[in-house]
Every structure is written in structure tokens, then in C-alpha cells.
């Protein structure tokens, strides 16, 4: 007699696209717990006088994914608008400024990373920063649309390669000239185009530098989705349903170039879960590879109740299999009461954990759903919107479970040799004692 399996058989098979994915079944069984789920936030104290909104960012790091220091300085990257502009409208200008700090707990903006004008796309969206040996700085980013004609939505991965670092007592400055080049555009094979998407969303972007420490090979990694095809038999054979498609895309350089990069197939793919996996970044630990990415409610496949949250995946190697943190991917989420109040993770470790940053997005929505922000009047809106660094949270990371152990403050990225506070619980503890 043959035992029937659903989700095996009928569902998405795991890796409809790549070795693994993460099935309707697993993402079945996201829930908030004590252990996923952040305190609530409340906007910092002091009022942010830089005029600006940011939103995703990320460290600059040398090649084996440490963060940079640099003469006592490290670096942040952030997409950034002009604060007085409607927070919705800020993607269609995302501008890439840099941050600096000593202590990491105040960063000052050192402007604007390329000369105006110079980089691909009409703007540009998410990436990753890579300091190497030789004091070259690489820009990777999302180049959203295109510099001519109407605003598109067209994305492909490029860098900004030739930059370096000047340093003196009282700050640090990033100059170019950057030499922009366009690193990859969807293939359409393993990667699916603006013109195959069926879906709702179409992403191609968020290029993530990776060096393997177990192999040395360097690799970038990147948001994207698996074109299924119309007859695909997968997610039941649901056309509607096969349109949630987002996938961790893989590239290789093979000459360690970090330019130069040739396709590999995704690390996981959500057919029939989820339309974009965002941001994918990494943390090797105890032979482990940690995978991170962000998600949205909104693009979980209809059927499906996710958050706005931190998922992750852990597998034996760069390729996996990956299997779900926490059995359904679910690592990091806002509390009930403000669901979208962050969002836009990193992960990234602090000796023995995982420290996680985002940014403040809306708050206060008093039961209002994302999608109706944008209706609300703009004072409103901008009452809202954080558009600031968000308390870093601190996880503990056990194998393939994880577990909020408490927050720092508003944009504290502690650094490397900081020795972080007891945990409230830790104190309760010990006072029990
Ligand atoms: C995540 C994200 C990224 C993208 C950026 C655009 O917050 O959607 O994938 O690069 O925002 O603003």
C-alpha cells in the first residue's frame, strides 16, 4: 500500500527550481511566539536632524564577512529620501548614503556614496559593501530602472568598483570615482525576467558579496524568482498559486574577481509560499550556513498567513539542503499590536550571538493594514513612518532554533570588542538568587 503525501507529491516539491525550498507545509506553521516575536518600538527620544528617511542597511565588510574597521571607524550604507517626501513615494528616489561611527551608537552621514548621476538606474536600491585587502571598496546595488525615459521597475545587480577610504581624527569619507558596471540582468532561465513575471512583484536585486570560508570561493547572492512554467504542475497546478514564486538566487566569480560573475542555480526557492525572499545574507557558525531574509505578509501566497519578519534556513553547506529555522522559517517578527512597526533585517554575529537591525517603518497603524497607509492623509503618514535606524534586537542561535534574547538601542551596532549588558531576564535571574 503506498502512503499518499499531499505536500510532497501535490505541492511544491522542495526545490522546484533549486536543491531546496521552503514548502507550503513548513511555512504552515509560522506562528508568533515568545521566542520570534520583538517588543514593541517606540520612535527614539531624540529627534533625527539629517532631513533624511533611511531604510535598508548594510555593513561595510571585508572579504571573509567581518565587519570593517578602519582606523577605529566603521561604515553603514543606507538607502535614504529626503525626509519631507512621502514615505511611500521613497523607493522611486532611493539615494545610497554612508554613515560613520566609532562607539556604533552615532552615526554621522558622510553624504552621498557616487557622484550624481554616475550610477545605473534611475535609483538605487539594496546591496552590500566590500572593503578588501587592498583598500578597494565595492558597491554592490540594486539598479532600479533606468536613467532615461519614465519611471520602470526593471532591476538588475551592479557595482560601483575603485572606490577607497580616507581616515582622519575626526571622520572618514568614501571617495571614487566609481567605475559603474552591470554585473547581471535575469536570464530567464534560472532567474525569471520583468517580462516572464506573472506575479504581482518582479524582483531581481539586493546583491550580497559572500565569501565561502569552507570552499574560499567567492559568491554573490541576490533576491529573484523561479520562472514556472504555465503547465508546471506544481502548487497543485494553481496558476494563481504558482505566481508566488521568490527565490535566493547564487552567482560565483570563478577568478575571485568581485566584477566578474557567472549564474549558479538558487539556494532555495518558495514556489507556491512566497514572492520575494529579500535581502539574503549569510552567517557561517559551527560549520552551519545561516540563511536570513525578509519578508512581507502581503506577498505570502494567499493561502498562507506569514508576517512582515526575519525568516531563516540552515544547511550543512553554501548549497544545502536548507531546512527551516525554528521548523517554519519564522525568526523574527513585530509584536501583534504594531505588526509592521520594522522591517528590512540583517543578521550579522556578535560573539556568541546573533545581533539583528532593521529599520523603524510604520507605527501606530491602530489596526489599519499596510496597503491603506498610502490612502491616509500625508501628515498622517508621516506621523507613522519611522525612517530610522531600529533598536537592534539580540538573538540566541542553537542549532536550528533561535530565540530573542532582548534589544539594544535606536541604531546600536555594537562593536566588535563590546561587551553587551545583561539581558532583562539574566537580571531577573540573578536578583532571584
Ligand atoms: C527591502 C527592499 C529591497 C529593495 C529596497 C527598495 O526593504 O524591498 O529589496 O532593495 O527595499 O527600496
Known sequence: MSHHKPDQETEHAPGYGAPSGWSPKQARRIERTPETTAPIVYPADEDDASGLHIWDTWFLRTRDGSIATIDGWRVIFSLTAPADLLPGKRHDVATIRYFYSRDGQEWHCGGTVFEEGKAFGSRQWAGSA?????????????????????LSYHQRLAVGAGGSVETDETGLEILGPFDHQIM????????ETEAQSRGMIYTFRDPWFFEDPKTGATHLLFEANTPVPEDADCCNGDPTRQEFNGSIGLATSPTGDPTRWQFEGPLIDAVCVNQELERPHLIVRDGRYYLFISSHRHTFEPGLEGFDALYGFVGKSLRGPYRPLNDSGLVLTNPTAAPYQTYSWLAYPHREEILVSSFLNYY????????DVGNLPPEAQFERFGGTLAPTVRLTLDGDRTEVRGTL???????????????????????DV
Open 184 to 191: 547581471l540582468e535575469a536570464d530567464g532561465d534560472r532567474y
Open 130 to 150: 566590500l572593503y578588501d585587502a587592498d583598500g578597494t571598496v565595492y558597491c554592490f546595488y540594486t539598479a532600479a530602472g533606468s536613467r532615461e525615459g519614465p
Open 409 to 431: 538601542g535606536h541604531g546600536h551596532l555594537p562593536t566588535p570588542d563590546e561587551d553587551l549588558p545583561p539581558t532583562l531576564r539574566e537580571r531577573l535571574r540573578e536578583s
Open 364 to 371: 501606530n497603524l491602530e489596526g489599519l493594514g499596510i496597503d
